[in-house]
């Protein structure tokens, strides 16, 4: 389970209620990825969606502001955020389910099976009982340059979407489209996540 704490004296409160005022606070931008490790590695393993999730939430649980959320108009800081996935139901309606984040690939792989199981066989959502989550989809049947996901104004989850994978001569690379409320953080946030999701990728096959 994630934990949470109240944040007194939120440091950026007026920063964040300058943007929530706004129509749209949210940002949304698409970037190209070099994925090339752990594209290798899923293509042994398998899990390409929940692998390249965990990847991306665990380097995001490394910046304190992406794991800032309000609620209630109180600010709460979790340990860390959790993963939730989209996925067809049986009739072609998009279902949800999420997973508690792990530490360890392998135990979040685990998982992640079990909790889709679940969602397969009982063809309805499952959550957690936390809104400490991050939201990643996947849409391998084509490349963007660009994509504006349909949200909530009120629902500050941040997403996670990517597109279909490229490899050429041995490099393999994705769009990566990262949706998030302004309030929240920054340009120079979002560049120590970037520095640390490459950090990460380049070592994922020392550690895995």
Not at 60 to 69: G, L, W
Request: proline share 3%; net charge negative; glycine share 2%.
């Amino acid at each position: 389970m994630n934990e949470k704490q109240e944040i007194i004296n939120y440091k950026r409160k007026q920063v964040f209620e300058y943007f929530d005022n706004m129509t749209c606070p949210f940002t949304v931008l698409t970037i190209p990825l070099d994925i090339t490790n752990v594209a290798n590695y899923c293509k042994v393993n398998r899990h390409h969606y929940a692998t390249i999730a965990w990847v991306l939430v665990k380097s995001a649980n490394k910046i304190y502001e992406m794991r800032v959320r309000c609620e209630n108009e109180k600010f709460y800081l979790y340990d860390k955020m959790n993963i939730g996935f989209t996925e067809p139901l049986n009739n072609h309606v998009m279902g949800f389910f999420e997973c508690e984040m792990k530490d360890n690939l392998k135990d979040f792989l685990s998982e992640f099976e079990m909790r889709h199981k679940m969602f397969l066989k009982e063809q309805k959502d499952i959550t957690l009982s936390s809104a400490g989550v991050i939201w990643c989809n996947c849409e391998p049947w084509f490349e963007t340059s660009a994509l504006f996901p349909p949200f909530d104004a009120s629902d500050h989850t941040q997403e996670f979407i990517w597109d279909k994978i490229k490899t050429e001569k041995g490099k393999s690379t994705m769009n990566l489209t990262i949706k998030f409320h302004h309030g929240y953080f920054d340009g120079e946030h979002l560049a120590a996540f970037l520095d640390i999701l490459h950090d990460e990728i380049q070592n994922f096959n020392k550690e895995h």
